[in-house]
């Protein structure tokens, strides 16, 4: 079946550093990633997304990489803070029959990051 | 606009007991999502609905049902509750106004199931 993982289940970085977090995927099918943020007692909050067409996007401190050639996506957080301490989790989308979908994703177990002040 | 949200926020619940957990939106989203997260586990999604008056199983939907009578609500229930269900739930909705809304799913803040 379809699965999601993550290289490293903890990430623990200082202030200021820069945070890869890492995200390996099975199904060269998928056509779609997003990377979400969830802090402790709270629903998972949208990073960022790409498509299967890019390999780089750029947000607001953060990028996502993704390498088809290994089915392999990163999350890049420039100048770490305290603030983005939290797991990290990886998502992926596969087309349904008829090129069709209803948004359902898969998702990765998640990585803790700790920003150390 | 207070986005997804969740009722109750916690509950504890007897082995047998039944319960309704009512997620709402005010995003007008088409699709909505039930997900259960376990630790180590990840998000699994539960059932789902792609409008009003549909639903749809999800990777594991053994011991729940759904029901969205309302384009707004999304309830998720448990007839008879078991300790397995103990869990932390998520509900989440999407919009499909385009390729990328519609998989940019809005959570919830989780409501937090103990079953003894």
């Known amino acids: 079946g379809e699965s999601v993982g993550l290289h490293l289940p903890t990430l623990s970085v200082q202030e200021g550093d820069n945070s890869i977090i890492n995200c390996a995927y099975s199904n060269s099918a998928s056509d779609y990633f997003i990377w979400y943020k969830q802090e402790s007692g709270k629903g998972p909050q949208f990073i960022i997304d790409i498509r299967s067409n890019m390999d780089k996007r750029q947000g607001q401190r953060v990028t996502v990489l993704l390498n088809k050639t290994v089915k392999h996506l990163s999350l890049q957080i420039a100048a770490t803070q305290p603030g983005d301490s939290a797991v990290y989790f990886c998502a992926e989308r596969s087309q349904g029959a008829g090129g069709t979908s209803y948004g359902k994703l898969t998702f990765g177990q998640g990585t803790i990051l700790t920003v150390h002040p | 606009n207070a986005g997804v949200t969740q009722t109750p926020k916690f509950r504890v619940l007897k082995t047998g007991q039944s319960m309704t957990l009512l997620c709402a939106q005010d995003?007008?989203?088409?699709?909505m999502y039930w997900y259960r997260q376990d630790p180590g586990m990840g998000l699994r999604l539960i059932h789902y609905?792609?409008?009003?008056?549909?639903?749809a199983k999800g990777e594991v939907p053994d011991g729940y049902n759904v029901s969205r009578l309302k384009k707004q609500n999304f309830l998720l229930g448990l007839e008879s509750a078991a300790p397995s269900q103990t869990s932390v739930y998520f509900c989440?909705?999407?919009?499909?106004?385009?390729?990328?809304?519609?998989?940019?799913?809005?959570f919830g803040p989780g409501t937090r199931l103990l079953v003894l």
């Open positions: 989440a909705s999407s919009s499909r106004t385009s390729w990328r809304s519609v998989e940019t799913q809005y």
């Open positions: 995003m007008n989203h088409e699709y």
């Open positions: 609905s792609v409008g009003e008056g549909t639903t």
